[in-house]
C-alpha cells in the first residue's frame, strides 16, 4: 500500500462526500479511489466512512483522522511546490470561478498582465456568481463575495466591495431624488438579487442606523443589466463601485444618499486547505492583491469626493 497515495484519496473522498468525483479531481478510476481507501481503513483498523448506495460521510473515527491527513496532504504539496520553485516556474491549468461583475470590466485586462508574466498558466474561466465549494465543483479557486461555506476552505481577502444608490440625471430631473434612505420606498428601484443580506439594508450615517426591506421593482443577478437600466432612466439602482464608478466619474449617474453608507462585502478567494501552497493558486493570488493595491482604482477618486468611504 502506498500511505500517501491512500492518505490523499482519503482526504479527497472527505472533501467531496464523494468517490466518484475524489477519482474524477485525481485522474483515476473509481476502483483505484475505493481500494485505496479500503486499504487504509485496514491499516487503521476503523471504518473511516459511513456509506449508502448514493452518499458516504465520515465515521466519527474518520473525522478525527481527516484532520490530521488533510494537515498531511497540504504539507507535502507545500514542500513539493517549493522543491519546483527552487528549479522552475508555476505550470499547468488553474480552473478558477470569477463573479461576473470583476470578470466584464477588469479581470481580461489583469488576465493579459498575468499570462505574460506566467505563461505556463493556462486558465479555465467559468464567469457566474453562484457561490460554490471549489472542492466539491472542482475549481482550484474561487472569488466571490461570500464567506466560505466550510471550514476546509481558505479565504484570502483581495479588497471591499463597496455600494451606493445611484441614477441617470435624466431620472432625478423629472422625479427628484430621496432625502432619506426611508424614500427610496417611493421610488422604482433594481437591486442585485445576490446580496448575502438578500432584501434586509441596513444604512447607517453616525449613530443613525436604519433597517429596511427594499424589495425592488427589478431584481437581477446582473450588476451590468442594473447599470443599464439606471444609464436608462428607468429607477434608482444599488450598484457596486466596481461597475459604476466610470459612469458616476463621467456624470452619467449621479450618486443618492452619499452621506450615508452601506456595509460593504469583501471579495475574496476561496480554496481548498490543500491548496494553501499550490504554486497556481498562489501565483494568481498573489498577483491580484499587488495588482489591485490597497485601495482598488475605482474606488480612489470616489473616495475623495466624499461618495464612499
Same mark, same amino acid.
Given at each position: $500500500? ?13 472533501? @467531496?462526500?464523494?468517490?466518484? !468525483? ?6 483515476? &478510476?473509481?476502483? /483505484? ?7 487504509? !481503513?485496514?491499516?487503521?483498523?476503523? %471504518?473511516?466512512? #459511513? ?18 491527513? &488533510? ?11 517549493? $522543491?519546483?520553485?527552487?528549479? +522552475? @516556474?508555476? @505550470?499547468?491549468?488553474?480552473? =478558477? ?22 505563461? +505556463? ?5 467559468? /464567469? ?37 444608490? *445611484? +441614477? ?6 423629472? #422625479? ?5 434612505? *426611508? ?5 422604482? @428601484? ?27 421593482? =427589478?431584481?437581477?443577478?446582473?450588476? #451590468? ?12 439602482? *444599488?450598484?457596486?463601485?466596481? /461597475? ?10 449621479? %450618486?443618492?444618499?452619499? !452621506? ?50
Amino acid at each position: $500500500m502506498d500511505r500517501f497515495l491512500s492518505i490523499e484519496a482519503f482526504v479527497r473522498a472527505a472533501e @467531496t462526500n464523494n468517490f466518484a !468525483e475524489a477519482a474524477r479531481q485525481l485522474g483515476v &478510476a473509481s476502483s /483505484v479511489i475505493t481500494n485505496r481507501i479500503q486499504q487504509l !481503513e485496514k491499516f487503521v483498523n476503523a %471504518p473511516l466512512f #459511513h456509506r449508502s448506495t448514493r452518499h458516504v460521510r465520515l465515521s466519527e473515527v474518520g473525522e478525527a483522522f481527516y484532520r490530521e491527513c &488533510a494537515e498531511v496532504v497540504g504539507r507535502v504539496n507545500e514542500l513539493t511546490d517549493q $522543491m519546483r520553485e527552487l528549479r +522552475a @516556474t508555476p @505550470t499547468g491549468r488553474l480552473r =478558477i470561478q470569477m463573479l461576473p461583475g470583476f470578470a466584464l470590466d477588469y479581470f481580461g485586462a489583469l488576465l493579459s498582465k498575468f499570462n505574460r508574466k506566467y505563461p +505556463a498558466i493556462q486558465l479555465d474561466v467559468i /464567469v457566474n456568481d453562484r457561490v460554490v465549494d471549489p472542492i466539491e465543483e472542482g475549481f482550484d479557486v474561487a472569488f466571490q463575495i461570500f464567506p466560505p461555506i466550510s471550514d476546509s476552505l481558505i479565504e484570502r481577502r483581495l479588497f471591499s466591495v463597496r455600494r451606493l444608490f *445611484c +441614477a441617470a440625471p435624466k431620472y432625478i430631473n423629472e #422625479h427628484g431624488e430621496p432625502k432619506h434612505p *426611508c424614500d427610496l420606498r417611493l421610488h422604482p @428601484t433594481a437591486l442585485y438579487s445576490g446580496y448575502p443580506s438578500r432584501n434586509r439594508w441596513t444604512i447607517t450615517r453616525g449613530d443613525e442606523v436604519i433597517e429596511m426591506e427594499l424589495q425592488g421593482m =427589478i431584481r437581477s443577478n446582473s450588476v #451590468h443589466l442594473l447599470r443599464d437600466y439606471a444609464l436608462a432612466g428607468g429607477g434608482i439602482v *444599488c450598484l457596486p463601485t466596481l /461597475v459604476a464608478s466610470d459612469a458616476l466619474l463621467d456624470g452619467s449617474l449621479v %450618486p443618492l444618499l452619499s !452621506e450615508y453608507d452601506l456595509s460593504p462585502f469583501n471579495f475574496a478567494a476561496v480554496y481548498p486547505a490543500t491548496q494553501r501552497q499550490a504554486m497556481k493558486v498562489t501565483a494568481l493570488v498573489e498577483f491580484l492583491a499587488t495588482s489591485l493595491g490597497a485601495e482598488p482604482a475605482w474606488d480612489r477618486p470616489l473616495i475623495q469626493r466624499g461618495w464612499v468611504r
